[in-house]
């Protein structure tokens, strides 16, 4: 592509400008449009600051689980399992028409982060902060399979309410899979959300295929000898191996898959020496691999291994390679997609659906759509400035009308047979 011209360039950037200006208020219409007297607003924000205010950090989500479980315990539902995946929580609800077993998710940990945001319902717990909206996602499904439960007459077949612990990095998808989740009733097929500080309030995202990364995890130890900063030549030093190390896994990338693969190797750990004048013995490195599709993934511990035994032969240093394999990429099936494209449609309107780009982050709820059909959209949570702050980050917060939308997502999914 070319560049700009000079010419082009100001009423391009002051088109963009005036966009981004009418994204951060939003109009009259888009309040009309969320606002809905069938929509348990109040009780949305109550229970999502309630949440808020408590949160609780991966696997040990025991008050949260607790607090869901005696919500669900008044909706009589057909049955409640607690403790799946140590912390999860299950609800089953049979309803009036026939259909498929539908499992609802939403995900209930919080993170370790000491929240700066500045209101009323700021975390009381020290260290530990819903900087991820998981808030809103037990918030949403809570009111929905209220809603649900109310009208069960009206829902074909089966919905099982998936609260699940430890998305975080832990697992906890798998855990609740390995603890029988999508049996007892079989589940046929998934729904998840999750709320997007990248895109305005009152719009919903979908992609078919991969619409989140992998994310594996690799530790690198590399062993070289210990001595004197002024006598390196009675030393092998790993800290000059692993600065080598370092740029050349980047031409994994640049150099090794197509450029129409999105990938990414980031070392976030470089740990050696003791001080100014000492070569260490060793360097440990730690890093991040996230890719969109399962071959390159398979691929990868195999490419850093070649690079190490080049580094062995180059620059006498030992290695050891320890690649975790963590989250696979997180597909959605077109099916599920186009369902959810249908209710996003009849529910919000055709504006507000957005066939969204790759987001690189990654989702355990891949797990469960590896075994089953399922579909995971993104909801809108950026009503201005103070809510499009990045997720994970200590100023994190939602725009809580995106609540009433995913609420009305996930009650339509769950009456859609
Ligand atoms: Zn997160
Ligand atoms: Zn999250």
């Not at 309410?161 to 049996?183: K, S, T, V, W, Y």
Request: glycine content about 10%; overall charge negative; proline content about 4%.
């Amino acid at each position: 592509m070319k560049l700009a011209s000079a010419a082009r360039l100001p009423s391009d950037v002051s088109r963009v400008q005036s966009r981004l200006r009418s994204r951060s208020g939003l109009g009259v219409e888009t309040d009309v449009m969320l606002a809905s007297h069938a929509v348990p607003t109040e009780d949305l924000v109550r229970v999502r600051r309630h949440l808020h205010r408590r949160p609780e950090l991966s696997m040990v989500e025991h008050d949260t689980a607790a607090f869901v479980a005696a919500e669900l315990e008044k909706l009589g539902l057909d049955r409640i399992r607690t403790a799946v995946g140590k912390t999860g929580v299950l609800g089953t609800l049979e309803g009036g028409r026939p259909g498929p077993v539908t499992l609802l998710r939403a995900d209930m940990d919080a993170l370790p982060i000491a929240e700066l945001v500045e209101t009323d319902y700021r975390s009381e717990r020290a260290g530990a902060m819903h900087a991820c909206g998981h808030d809103g996602h037990v918030s949403i499904l809570l009111a929905a399979a209220k809603t649900l439960a109310d009208r069960r007459a009206e829902v074909p077949g089966t919905i099982v309410f998936c609260f699940q612990p430890g998305e975080e990095g832990h697992a906890g998808n798998r855990l609740m899979i390995e603890d029988g989740a999508l049996e007892n009733p079989h589940v046929d097929r998934t729904f998840a959300l999750h709320l997007y500080s990248g895109l305005d309030v009152g719009n919903v995202g979908v992609r078919d295929g991969a619409f989140f990364a992998s994310a594996d995890e690799f530790v690198i130890g590399l062993k070289g000898r210990g001595g004197h900063g002024a006598m390196p030549q009675n030393s092998i030093d790993p800290i000059v191996a692993g600065s080598y190390f370092v740029t050349m896994l980047q031409t994994i990338v640049s150099r090794e898959i197509a450029p129409k693969d999105p990938a990414v190797f980031t070392v976030g750990k470089f740990e050696a020496g003791t001080t100014f004048n000492v070569i260490p013995d060793e360097a440990t490195l730690m890093g991040t691999v996230r890719c969109f599709d399962a071959e390159i993934r398979a691929s990868m511990p195999q490419r850093m291994e070649r690079i190490l035994k080049g580094l062995r032969e180059a620059m006498r240093v030992e290695y050891e390679l320890e690649y975790r394999w963590s989250y696979p990429p997180t597909v959605n099936d077109k099916a599920m997609n186009d369902l959810v494209r249908g209710v996003a449609r009849d529910t919000l309107g055709a504006d507000r659906l957005v066939e969204h780009d790759i987001v690189m982050w990654a989702e355990d709820m891949s797990f469960m759509q590896e075994q089953r059909a399922g579909a995971y959209f993104i909801v809108g949570a950026r009503g201005g400035d103070a809510t499009g702050v990045p997720h994970h980050n200590a100023r994190f917060d939602i725009d809580e009308r995106s609540l009433d939308v995913g609420y009305r997502m996930m009650v339509a999914l769950g009456l859609r047979g």
